[in-house]
């Protein structure tokens, strides 16, 4: 059963087996509205908790997309630079943006579980 | 009382007297000396009048300027080294260049209203990426030096920052070369020679292809493309595109970034500019191009309409992490050359393009059958001479039969033949170098392209004859909303009058005609008008020097920045990168402290919208010996007056920081403060907003830069004069639309830009009083009084009513005005600034127009119509939907179409709200060839 966390910054998180998915809240799609790009990491990209990692782009605003754990890339959701409007269909879930290596499990302790990011976004 | 007709100030200022009473009697004041000594700090009021020229009439200014500028020498240039003489199409001069309906537009971000100019721009860039073979281009940069540094930091930011080093495959010419070298080192990169292809490797960011180099000549760079794609780094390739129409795209022999100057299709040299310069891009670069880009989109009934793309890659959005901090282009001299080639279409440039190079090339013959040594086997337009010692001699007797031709060095010398190159003076030319000019002579080009494949669009077409042409112009001038139809309320952008008088000096071709590299003795008259101006201007704004070479606010920005970090570095101070700006700062301010290589930290704001002082001075002391600059916009970009701005001043000084003052907001101070005196150590002027130069539906804007004495080593120079650090590619900018600034203040006068300045404030201060029962005014200064813009808040109606700000500023075409800017600087607002021009009926017109919009936006919220289609959400109704068989709304046509009543001066626009979502998801930035059309 894969575990979900999520950032202030409203990325989730959910690791299954080892490997993690990253995407953005439903909260944060809403937020910027109809989203007409996104700009993925490459896979084999080491990053780092807190780093930028992606951008989601509206007509609007530009929003970097932040590694919520250390971790390598291993995989990205590519259909999304074709159809980027996924973003708002289905945030958390087949518009999740990278999967990746978990280094340091202790990381999760400083993430929200879904009440506690209902709680911060409300 | 005797009428005097010929005071310019009251032609400028709107309001007559007695509408100035009214105003002033609408706000409880007795006088406006009550008004602007409540609003203007008295720790920063000037207690003096300028000390100006007495003001001159128009026609006595007109006839000063015009004894001023005969003063310069017009000779036939064969200079070339980037400017080429050429022929502006009369009926492109009149119709457009000319014409205030093009002139007077703003940059078109509202795009229902700005349909034309944005199709004639997408022509531009159609004509672009047909001459380039690259499928992406933009809608103008600022010349082609500054387009080379650009395209080098597409590269550097291609590769991440990972890649440093740019290598060159052939010689700039020497200010292109100049201004890259400017723009490298604060980012890090450094630009070095080739030799022969063995310095490109994997630091190489991209190969710089000069195409031709400075000296007229097409290398082969057959083995130097390949290296760089084997290194995998990007190959620019920099341009004339004249050539282009004859010999093979760049894009099509590897090029991934094309750019050069557009000049030569129909602008004039203008002693340095405006021109517009071209930058086209491969696919994969699409979201690294810097400037504004026009896309093809859909309205809300599916018709087509054009937009600006991808306006995330903005400074005004990404701010420092914008890709670069150009905002105003050059729009109006991109749809000029845009004009030229559907005038010319392929044939007719193909004609021109074989006509130049005929001349070289029976130049070349002649010379060499003369045994004059020619530089390089393949050329378009120009011939390298050897002459060795006999280069200085032989330009001076060129000089004395009425030419000019570049000297290179003592011993080599070149001419650039163009348009207006004719047998004559061919035949002169010749005669000179005692060259037996040849008849007829090879063709000397590189590998040629096939032109029956080159600009087979419709629109290249279609207009051969002057009547088609001028009627061109019209249908899409008539799509636009410029100041000659109505006011353009755009807080921070100033749209003032740009007068008659003041823009015809700029036609003339004692102002057109000159070279910018011409001799010295060849342009007293500028050297005059300039140095008129740098006086003025400092004596306006208390600087000690003004440097006209920026030749764009942003650019302003820069070179300003630039000269704070070589001071610091020259008194051992290098260590000082970071720079404050607060968080109310136009987007422009952190993108062109990145480019300077300083580090951005933001001052936070109070509610009451003034810089956070604690936290400035909190921040001042953090950084101590790291602190560069304040970067501050005064009155702020809140529209206030802020009281503290000497302290802010003294603060950073006591840091050891220098104080960056933002102009855009000048036009609330000329004639009562000068930054000079309360703290700046430099400044930028936008002359095309407080001092008339015209925005031209996107540029050309000047942004010269005033500094105090210890700042003045380090103003830009030039390669000309013998100096280095250019930001821009002529010694002085855009010279030729300085003469609109010189006009402006010979005709204003001391008292008159007072009186101009205090009107602005009165009239900003009466549409506060009377829209502030309807929407509430975010920010005043001290004594409840605004500067010279207000922001209106129109939040409470996206509650009320579901009414965006967006709503209002599209209902706003419906009444026939442009939206004043909205969600800047405060998302979900609208700033609105009046100028002193706009006469009282219009303000009052505009100030109906919003209380009757306000009502809409209440029987929406009142439920007497409906949310999701009422007049605000519809908005803007077009003709088509007047003749539309089916109404399928709850209000009538008239309330749609006529909100204020049946007027037959309506303005129509031309297409319902742009979709801006389609338009960034499918980006279509050029016309596609005819045979893509058909398949």
């Not at chain 2, 100035?20 to 000037?46: H, K, N, Q, Y």
């Not at chain 2, 602008?267 to 810097?290: D, I, Q």
Request: with cysteine; proline share 6%; hydrophobic share 45%.
């Amino acid at each position: 059963m894969a575990k979900k966390y999520f950032t202030e910054d409203h990325e989730w998180i959910s690791i299954d087996g080892g490997v993690a998915t990253v995407g953005i809240t439903g909260h944060a799609q809403e937020q910027l509205g109809d989203i007409v790009f996104v700009e993925l990491p490459s896979v084999g990209a080491s990053l780092t908790k807190g780093g930028a990692a992606a951008v989601i782009e509206s007509v609007k605003a530009a929003s970097d997309v932040y590694a919520p754990i250390d971790g390598e890339v291993s995989e990205v959701n590519s259909a999304l630079e074709g159809d980027p409007a996924m973003v708002n269909a289905d945030a958390e879930g087949g518009a999740w943006l990278w999967k990746m290596t978990v280094t340091d499990e202790n990381q999760f302790n400083g993430l929200m579980d879904a009440d506690a990011y209902q709680a911060h976004i409300a | 009382m005797p009428v005097a007709v010929d005071v310019f100030a009251d032609r400028h200022i709107g309001p007559g007297r007695d509408d100035e009473r009214r105003m002033l009697a609408a706000l409880g004041l007795p006088s406006r000396e009550t008004l602007i000594s409540a609003t203007v700090p008295d720790s920063i009021r000037l207690s003096e009048e300028l000390d100006l020229p007495a003001p001159a009439s128009e026609h006595l200014a007109l006839s000063e300027l015009a004894a001023m500028m005969g003063e310069n020498r017009i000779a036939r240039s064969f200079i070339g080294q980037g400017y080429h003489g050429c022929h502006v199409p009369p009926v492109v001069q009149r119709n457009l260049f000319e014409n205030p309906a093009w002139y007077t537009a703003y940059t078109p971000y509202q795009a229902e209203i700005s349909q034309g100019r944005l199709e004639l721009l997408f022509h531009f860039q159609t004509l672009v990426t047909e001459l380039t073979g690259l499928p992406i281009a933009s809608a103008s940069l600022l010349d082609e030096a500054t387009a080379v540094a650009e395209a080098n930091g597409v590269a550097f930011r291609h590769h991440r920052g990972q890649r440093s080093e740019i290598v060159l495959a052939g010689e700039l010419h020497p200010q292109v070369l100049d201004v890259a070298m400017t723009r490298a080192e604060p980012i890090g990169l450094t630009i070095v020679p080739a030799e022969e292809g063995a310095s490109i490797g994997d630091k190489t960011a991209a190969v710089v292809i000069p195409w031709p180099d400075t000296y007229g000549v097409y290398g082969d760079h057959t083995d130097t493309v390949a290296a760089a794609k084997a290194a995998g780094a990007l190959v620019i390739a920099v341009a004339d595109p004249l050539a282009l129409t004859l010999i093979e795209a760049p894009g099509h022999w590897g090029a991934d970034i094309v750019v050069g100057s557009m000049q030569r299709y129909g602008v004039p040299m203008g002693f340095g500019g405006p021109h517009a310069a071209y930058m086209a891009v491969s696919e994969a670069l699409t979201r690294l191009m810097p400037g504004r880009i026009v896309g093809q989109s859909v309205d809300s009934r599916g018709r087509p309409g054009y937009r600006l793309a991808l306006q995330t890659r903005e400074q005004h959005i990404r701010r420092d992490k914008a890709t670069s901090n150009i905002c105003t282009a050059q729009a109006l001299l991109a749809n000029m050359s845009a004009s030229y080639a559907i005038w010319h279409g392929p044939e007719g440039l193909r004609a021109i393009a074989a006509r130049v190079h005929a001349f070289a090339a029976r130049f070349s013959a002649g010379a060499k059958a003369t045994g004059l040594g020619a530089r390089g086997e393949r050329f378009f337009d120009a011939v390298t001479l050897s002459l060795p010692g006999k280069a200085r001699k032989m330009a001076a007797a060129a000089e004395k039969a009425g030419m000019l031709v570049r000297k290179i060095d003592d011993d080599a010398i070149s001419v650039a033949f163009d348009e207006t190159t004719d047998e004559r003076a061919f035949a002169q030319l010749c005669a000179v170098f005692g060259i037996e000019p040849a008849s007829e002579a090879e063709a000397a080009l590189p590998a040629l392209r096939d032109g029956a494949h080159l600009m087979t669009q419709p629109v290249f077409h279609e207009c051969r004859s002057e009547t088609e042409m001028m009627r061109f112009l019209r249908r899409l001038a008539d799509k636009d909303l410029a100041l000659d139809r109505a006011m353009i309320p755009l807080g921070s952008c100033t749209m003032k009058l740009n007068a008659a008088a003041e823009l015809m000096p700029v036609s003339w071709p004692s102002v057109a005609d000159l070279h910018p590299f011409a001799p010295k003795e060849h342009a007293p008259g500028y050297a005059a008008m300039i140095g008129d101006l740098d006086r003025w201007l400092c004596e306006i704004t208390g600087f000690d020097k003004v440097s006209m070479q920026p030749n764009a606010g942003s650019q302003g920005e820069y070179a300003g920045l630039l000269a704070i970090r070589r001071y610091h570095q020259s008194r051992g101070e290098g260590g000082r990168n970071v720079c404050l700006i607060p968080s109310s700062a136009h987007g422009t301010n952190p993108a062109s402290a990145h480019m300077a290589g300083l580090e951005v930290v933001v001052v936070k704001c109070t509610n009451n919208g003034d810089i956070d002082i604690a936290d400035l001075e909190a921040k001042a002391a953090e950084y101590g010996d790291r602190l560069a600059a304040l970067m501050v916009t005064y009155p702020s970009t809140h529209g206030v007056f802020e009281q503290g701005v000497r302290l802010m001043c003294d603060t950073i000084h006591q840091h050891g920081g220098q104080v960056y003052l933002d102009g855009a907001n000048l036009n609330a101070m000329v004639g009562l403060a000068r930054p000079g005196d309360f703290g700046a150590d430099v400044c930028h002027m936008n002359l095309h907003k407080t001092f008339c130069i015209p925005h031209g539906g996107g540029g050309p804007g000047i942004g010269p830069i005033g500094v105090r004495s210890h700042l003045v080593p380090f103003l830009p120079g030039h390669v000309f004069e013998g100096t280095d650090h250019a930001v821009s590619a002529a010694p002085e900018g855009s010279a030729s639309i300085l003469p609109i600034t010189w006009m402006y203040i010979r005709m204003m006068g001391a008292a008159g830009l007072r009186r101009a300045t205090e009107m602005a404030i009165l009239n900003a201060n009466y549409i506060a009083k009377r829209l502030e029962p309807h929407f509430p005014v975010l920010y005043k200064g001290r004594s409840g009084r605004v500067a010279h813009e207000c922001i209106l808040d129109t939040r409470p109606l996206k509650d009320s009513a579901g009414v965006s700000v967006e709503d209002i500023a599209k209902r706003l075409i419906d009444y026939g005005f442009h939206a004043p800017t909205i969600s800047w600087p405060v998302a979900g607002t609208m700033m609105v600034e009046p100028t002193e021009s706009e006469p009282l009926a219009e303000i009052d017109r505009f100030c109906d127009a919003m209380i009757a919009i306000a009502d809409e936006a209440r029987r929406i919220a009142d439920g007497a119509l409906p949310r999701d289609n009422n007049p605000l959400i519809n908005a803007p109704h077009t003709a088509d939907d007047l003749a539309a068989e089916n109404w399928p709304h709850p209000y009538s046509r008239m309330e749609a179409l006529f909100p204020a009543g049946a007027d037959a001066a309506k303005y129509w626009p031309p297409v319902s709200r742009i979709d801006n979502v389609a338009g960034d998801r499918n980006l279509v930035c050029a016309c596609p060839p005819i045979e893509a059309l058909a398949s």
